[in-house]
């Protein structure tokens, strides 16, 4: 059990430090905010526009997985005993 609460803290540390020098390295950050189009009804060319338009099984597949997981979730909290199966 000890060397898998070591793996577990190894994991997230090492995590912690590909994120920290991701956003503190040498990376190239723009020195003024751009402006991203969320929607564009005109030229179509908005971030919702393209998924929705190029991802929409994805997004649609996604919803239905992360309704499964909350309803999942709420079923499990709701057991009584551990171990038990069911409301």
Known sequence: ???????AVLAAAALFAVMAF???????????PTSVPVYNSTSGQGIANVMFD????????IAILLG????GGVYLAKMDEPGKVGP
Do not use: D, K, N
């Open 1 to 7: 059990m000890r060397l898998r609460e070591f793996s």
């Open 68 to 71: 499964a997981a909350m309803i």
């Open 22 to 32: 991701s956003f503190l390295g040498t990376a190239s950050w723009p020195q003024s």
């Open 54 to 61: 190029s991802f929409a099984i994805a997004v649609v597949l």
